[in-house]
């Protein structure tokens, strides 16, 4: 999330939430149907290719059974879904998202923090998001997600969570969300605190700016404590510094007025398969779309789960943004050579995996995996490429091997989508059905009755 005032994003970044309809109650255990699904007569997408018409059985949160289409009989207990003529696709993963709605809902109190997760979390999943990571979540918030998502019922995705960015050069930066560092010590101690909080990951911002030691404070750190590193950047310049650190991402892409990266630095990714590049293209994309076409922005599945109030709150806000945040200009401004450098990065073929930046200014969650998965095929990426990115490549850097892919004793994590995935654009009205766990929360292309007590 670059060149946004932080302070305006504290509100959803700092805290997240659970349901949009009526709160859970922390004391209860909510109850969902989690009866076995037969999806019948699908095609069956796996990351090395069709696996043709199938039927695959999903039972206590997992692949049960994959049969020929048309072969199995279901029991009077299963509920069944007619897959003809359609694919059926992994849950999809988004490995770069904040957990917060666009500009922020309002601030009279009728809308608690909690609200911004509890649509965030819907819509996500509402598009075939499953399983993701969230960028720049404080302590405070993580923890609040965190114990919805204990409850298996809980309308959100599986998410891992990166804690506050930590920055090069600004020691005395200290937000529930974004830090500097004084020292070495100081590194080593915050990364050692964010491991104590139970993050996955920390986020690395001006990794080229750290003091002396600092940097390899935090990387060995992490190391010691199994944190995992991501690298937002917004140059060139940054990604030598954090190729030259050792991290496991490198998320975003060069917005500066370069017209290609560095062709030593294209070389030097070659050479480089445990890190993997997490583009977020799909931004400038969608933006330069409601450029186009400012209808798009009052989309309804843009404000699904929202009361009236918080639609039209964020539907102003959203507006407003377009004309001046920073963050909105300066995505028209790389607009010019954003498709030029993705397909430099698709070149080097370099793992590459999706990551949406939804919850930026004016990047609803809502359908950004299918904004993300457009781009990449309209910047030159084959379908399967982006298929791929957004499911086993995930699924690898999360370290979920029972992600990412349909077969027997994988997650039964699924989204069925209209027609062959592989053929015509992508998008979200395309998506039929969705379950995270063997719990179905899209049923005939529309969210179905709130799972959640």
């Known amino acids: 999330m670059r060149g946004v005032a932080l302070a305006r994003w504290l509100g959803f970044v700092l805290l997240g939430g659970t349901v949009v309809f009526a709160p859970v109650n922390a004391g209860a255990q909510?109850?969902?149907?989690?009866?076995?699904?037969?999806?019948?007569?699908?095609?069956?997408?796996t990351p090395t290719g069709s696996a043709g018409v199938s039927d695959v059985l999903f039972e206590d949160g997992r692949v049960a059974s994959i049969a020929p289409g048309g072969t199995t009989s279901p029991s009077a207990q299963v509920r069944v879904i007619d897959g003809k003529g359609q694919t059926l696709l992994p849950g999809l993963i988004d490995l770069h998202l904040h957990f917060g709605?666009?500009?922020?809902?309002?601030?009279?109190?009728?809308?608690?923090?909690?609200?911004?997760?509890?649509?965030?979390?819907r819509q996500l999943l509402?598009?075939?998001?499953?399983?993701?990571?969230?960028?720049?979540?404080?302590?405070q918030g993580a923890a609040l997600i965190r114990k919805d998502g204990a409850n298996p019922c809980s309308p959100l995705p599986r998410v891992e969570f990166s804690g506050p960015e930590m920055a090069g050069g600004q020691p005395d930066a200290e937000t529930p969300n974004f830090i500097g560092v004084r020292n070495a010590q100081d590194a080593a101690e915050k990364v050692q605190r964010a491991a104590e909080a139970g993050f996955k990951w920390i986020s690395l911002y001006d990794a080229g700016k750290f003091g002396p030691g600092e940097l390899p404070a935090l990387i060995a750190t992490a190391r010691s404590t199994g944190?995992?590193?991501?690298?937002?950047?917004?140059?060139?310049?940054?990604?030598?510094?954090?190729?030259?650190?050792?991290v496991d991402t490198i998320d975003d892409i060069d917005t500066t007025p370069a017209k290609h990266y560095p062709r030593e630095l294209l070389d030097g990714l070659k050479t480089l398969p445990d890190v993997t590049l997490v583009p977020t293209i799909g931004y400038a994309f969608r933006i330069e779309a409601f450029d186009r076409d400012p209808s798009l922005i009052d989309a309804p599945s843009n404000y699904e789960f929202m009361?009236?109030?918080?639609?039209?709150?964020?539907g102003l806000t959203a507006k407003e943004a377009l004309k001046k945040d920073g963050y909105v200009v300066n995505s028209r401004r790389i607009r010019a050579t954003l498709e030029t450098k993705f397909r430099e990065l698709l070149a080097t073929r370099a793992p590459m995996a999706t990551g949406t930046d939804a919850g930026s200014a004016d990047h609803f969650h809502s359908?950004?995996?299918?904004?993300?998965l457009e781009a990449w095929r309209s910047f030159g990426a084959q379908p399967r490429e982006a298929l791929v990115a957004a499911t086993a490549t995930a699924a690898r850097v999360l370290r979920d091997p029972r992600a990412?892919?349909?077969q027997v004793g994988s997650r039964a994590d699924f989204v069925l989508y209209a027609g062959d995935a592989e053929k015509g654009r992508f998008t979200l009205e395309r998506v039929r059905a969705v379950a995270r766990d063997g719990i179905l929360f899209v049923r005939d292309g529309a969210w179905i009755a709130d799972v959640v007590d």
Do not use: Y
């Open 126 to 139: 509402r598009s075939g998001v499953t399983s993701g990571r969230s960028h720049m979540t404080s302590p």
């Open 404 to 406: 990412g892919s349909l």
């Open 227 to 246: 944190i995992r590193i991501m690298g937002p950047i917004g140059s060139a310049h940054e990604m030598t510094a954090l190729i030259t650190a050792g």
């Open 307 to 314: 009361t009236p109030a918080e639609k039209a709150f964020v």
């Open 30 to 45: 909510a109850e969902c149907d989690r009866s076995p699904i037969l999806v019948q007569s699908a095609r069956l997408w």
């Open 367 to 372: 359908g950004a995996i299918w904004w993300e």
């Open 101 to 121: 709605v666009p500009g922020g809902l309002p601030h009279d109190g009728s809308s608690p923090p909690a609200r911004n997760w509890q649509i965030s979390g």
